[in-house]
């Protein structure tokens, strides 16, 4: 079964440093692996999403890579911001027969960005 | 505005009483899901409909029913059998191509008493 982990659970960086956030997974046999940001008490917003074969994905200050054969995942955000205070969530698309369309989520890495 | 909508935000909810959670999107995505968040966890999919009339459970279904009637509603009953049904409850959409990203709406949190 895939297992999908994320340390740290929590990270508090000051205002300008870049962000590392990790992501690792158990089976590589996957689709595509998806990058979330959640504010409290909201739902998730995509940030990017990654297919299998590729190995990276950037959006702005964001960049995502992707390293299949080692289970791993890192988001990067550069010169961090207050507003980049959340929680991020990594999440997998494995590739069994019977994971139509199923997400396999981590528990987060709630992150906060000190002025 | 394309998106997800769910009603209500808040919901307080007796103990064995049904509640039914309300999810609509007007993206025109083929599929639908439920997720449940508990503080810490990761989202935990409840059932997912690929397409309308017919849907499929998913890692913790027991105590939860759902519809889909209408490609643009996918709404969750959680009945007097979940045994721990407060939490936070997402929904989400995904157009059904070969990356299925998904889309999710802004969350119910539900407290049973």
């Known amino acids: 079964k895939q297992e999908v982990t994320q340390i740290p659970a929590a990270l508090s960086v000051p205002e300008g440093e870049n962000l590392v956030l990790n992501c690792s997974f158990t089976d590589s046999a996957i689709y595509n692996l998806q990058w979330f940001r959640q504010d409290p008490g909201k739902g998730l917003t995509s940030l990017l999403l990654i297919q299998s074969s590729q190995r990276e994905q950037t959006s702005g200050r964001l960049n995502a890579s992707l390293d299949k054969s080692s289970g791993r995942s890192t988001l990067y955000i550069a010169a961090s911001q207050p507003g980049d205070s959340a929680t991020y969530l990594c999440?997998?698309?494995?590739?069994?027969?019977?994971?139509?369309?199923?997400?396999?989520f981590g528990a987060g890495t709630q992150v906060v960005v000190t002025p | 505005d394309g998106g997800i909508t769910q009603s209500p935000k808040y919901l307080f909810r007796k103990e064995g009483q049904n509640v039914t959670l309300s999810c609509e999107q007007n993206?025109?995505?083929?599929?639908m899901y439920w997720y449940r968040q508990d503080p810490g966890q990761g989202l935990r999919l409840i059932y997912y409909s690929q397409i309308v009339n017919d849907f499929q459970k998913g890692d913790i279904a027991e105590g939860y029913s759902v519809s889909r009637e209408k490609k643009e509603s996918f709404p969750l009953t959680v009945t007097s059998a979940q045994k721990n049904p407060t939490a936070f409850y997402l929904c989400?959409?995904?157009?059904?191509?070969?990356?299925?990203?998904?889309?999710f709406g802004p969350g119910t949190r539900l407290t049973v008493t």
């Open positions: 999440a997998v698309r494995p590739q069994a027969t019977d994971s139509w369309g199923k997400l396999q």
């Open positions: 989400a959409s995904s157009i059904a191509t070969r990356t299925h990203e998904q889309y």
């Open positions: 993206l025109n995505h083929d599929a």
